[in-house]
Antibody
Framework: QVQLEESGGGVVQPGRSLRLSCVAS????????IHWVRHSPGKGLEWVAV????????YYADSVKGRFTISRDNSKNTLYLHMNSLRVEDTAVYYC?????????????WGEGTTVTVSS | QSVLTQPPSVSEAPRQRVTISCSGS????????VNWYQKFPGKAPKLLIY???LRPSGVSDRFSGSRSGTSASLAISGLRSEDEADYFC???????????FGGGTKLTVL
């Protein structure tokens, strides 16, 4: 069964850091790009970042560029999102999603999400 | 403000047909395929339509998609109460070098 499972969310103060993880199972993780997408009620779905299958290409939304870093460890079937200098507006449910291709295809498998709350 | 523009809400009676529009520009919808996602509150998004008009296995043929120029649309026929959800269009944007989503459309089945 193809599956993604996020973890690492929590409540954090503005300006602090947090690392999210996403563990994959049921498919050959190293063959696909993986995205982070977030959802907050006031903003709808917002694409955050994507990393290519081998991790040599990464792309970010302008809203997180310079603060967030996406990475992966293919030996552990795990994706990461390192979030620094967190802002209140980063509060959202964060989903990892598998790309059907490298980075610009459609997202065919999604995790259940992990909640990040940035608040003082 | 989203790069792709969708109506915030649409509503229609059961068994009727509704269309949700998604308007973009050349770098996104003009150059790249559009995908649609269905999202229920508290649940993960689900791929509904990919490559403009293709349905993943298991998605009802009541859902259909199309793209023309810099716009796309999602049509849902034979509306059922269980179709009440938020629907999002998305595409790769060549200028932004990233994916862009529409703001989402909340479907209400009257």
């Amino acid at each position: 069964q193809v599956q993604l499972e996020e973890s690492g969310g929590g409540v954090v103060q503005p300006g602090r850091s947090l690392r999210l993880s996403c563990v994959a199972s049921g498919f050959t993780f190293s063959r696909y790009g993986i995205h982070w997408v977030r959802h907050s009620p006031g903003k709808g779905l917002e694409w955050v970042a994507v990393i290519s299958d081998e991790g040599d290409n990464t792309y970010y939304a302008d809203s997180v560029k310079g603060r967030f870093t996406i990475s992966r460890d293919n030996s552990k079937n795990t994706l990461y999102l390192h979030m620094n200098s967190l802002r209140v507006e980063d509060t959202a449910v964060y989903y990892c999603a598998k790309d059907e291709d490298v980075v610009s295809g459609y997202m065919d498998v999604w995790g259940e999400g992990t909640t990040v709350t940035v608040s003082s | 403000q989203s790069v792709l523009t969708q109506p915030p809400s649409v509503s229609e009676a059961p068994r009727q047909r509704v269309t949700i529009s998604c308007s973009g520009s050349i770098p996104n919808i003009g150059n790249n395929a559009v995908n649609w996602y269905q999202k229920f509150p508290g649940k993960a998004p689900k791929l509904l339509i990919y490559y403009d008009d293709l349905r993943p296995s298991g998605v009802s043929d009541r859902f259909s998609g199309s793209r023309s120029g810099t716009s796309a649309s999602l049509a849902i026929s034979g509306l059922r109460s269980e179709d009440e959800a938020d629907y999002f269009c998305a595409a790769w944007d060549d200028d932004l070098n990233g994916h862009v989503f529409g703001g989402g459309t909340k479907l209400t089945v009257l």
